[in-house]
């Protein structure tokens, strides 16, 4: 009891450090989600759906598979990710765990990319190394599918990132998940059309370091720069709640 | 200097200074716009290669050209709004999005239209139209934003964290998207390039761009007056002014 | 002036319908935006007149004129 009172006497620069809370985050945010599989699964599901919509819809040729593929590939994953965006901070929105973050002295930002990060382990990790799986079920040859992995391993991070602020930003909404893919899908172009482009240089027998590279400076400019970003909106979107 | 910026903020102080603005605004924009397209339709000289569809571009490049810096001045207004938290700067992100859309619809729909007599089809992935099509979708989102939020406050905070994200986005966007052009169709001959635009063609252009820019500034001010009466409704000053204005 | 005569004008070489579509859509929307612009600012005007006139009605329906005027702002489009 004295003790318990003692910590919480403690100054605020007394507390658990900067790293160290956001590991505890990062841990949390695994440890709910895996306690929910279905919600985990769900995005993956949904990525191999749409992508087994394509040969159906439009043509099971070889040929226009090939060419095709990987952007289907892109187009999915990007859209699974998209959907799995509204749990971000949806659920600790609901229960009253953002507004403990928030008060955390730790930095904001910091907290909101440790959670981004985990949001990435739990859903752009998993479309990464499911992604040979379809690769193959498109005819792409093994190279490509090689390229295409490493680019969505670039990638999918930067759609975490520009997601989390979406999701920051239509928190407690009515029809948050709409507005979330209106405001959000304009802002994954780019990344989108790099990934793409690359694997179809890699397909070209182009060298694709430079494809990398500017799929690399995207992910370090939206790890710099939008959890700031989220951090903000989150603080907008609970001062309105 | 900072006395001037604390007045600008002022509602009451702008709505006076709009007032006696706007006729100027209107006008001078209705003659220098009607004063270039007359200029350009009937009386600019015959582009060789693309005969009288040319036409469009005294049209088609204001559209577009403020449909873009409307987005930056919304860029401007929105980092006010968060580091000063100046009312009147999301009043003016809020009153300029819409009209920002419809310029750049505009700039879509005469690009459009001007594609089919020169490329024989209605529409081509063109980078230009394309970056277009993504800054449609940008106002749309900052647009459905603001109208998703109901509390005045944080609609204006959340709006401008939008559009400052946009912002960012705009040159990479552009830039990939002219990238992605070049890899796809190489050497379609571009709408607005012109090595050397004599200058019966580019004068009138100019008139019609600064022509647009003045309306523009009418619909902000017409815009943002509407804003302030709604926001400001419980204000004196607005009281007395409502009744007489609608004397 | 670029052209002979009106007809040329009009026709413009066979280009005549893009050229004037295009500016034909310019002024309508255009013109739809100040109609609609000038339309909103003089509901906004409108509706706080009312609600002035509903406050200065009595002095006991003063609290109910603050639940209209609330009520009115959900009415009047904030875009």
Redesign the interface.
Known sequence: MASEARVRLRPAHEAIGVLPAMKAVFLRDLKTAFRQHQDLLNPLLFFVMVVSLFPLGVSPEVSFLQQAGSGILWVAALLSVLLSLDHLFRHDFDDGTLEQLVLQPQPLFLLVLAKTLAHWVLTGLPLVLLAPLLGVMVHLDGNSIAVLCLTLLIGTPVLSL?GA?GAA??LG???AGV?LS??I???Y??VL??GT?TV?AAADGASVGGYMALLGA?LVLALT?APF?AA??LR??L??S | MWQFFHKLGSPKWFFGIANRLMPWLLWGGAVLLLAGLVWGLAFAPKDYLQGNSYRIIFIHVPSAFLAQSVYIMMAVAAVVT?VWRMKLADVFVKAAAPVGAVLTFLALFTGAVWGKPTWGTWWIWDARLTSML?LL??Y??VI??GA??S?E??SA??VA??V???V??IP??KY??E??NT?HQPATFKLTEKPSMPIEMWLPLLLSVLGLYLIFGWFACLRMQTEILTRERRTRWVKELVQAEGN | MAFDSLTAFIVMEGHGPYVWTCYGVFFLLLGALVYWSLLQRRRVVSAQRRDLARAAAGQSAAPRAAVGASFNRVHESQD
């Open positions: 520009i602020i930003l239509t909404l009515r029809s507005l209106l405001l899908i304009p802002l172009i780019p059309i790099f482009g179809a995207f720069l970003a903000a909106a907008i979107s001062s309105n | 968060l993504i979708f940008l749309f989102g459905a934003l998703a939020i509390d406050k944080s905070r959340a964290v939008l400052l994200v946009g960012v986005n990479i966007i990939s998207v990238w992605w890899l």
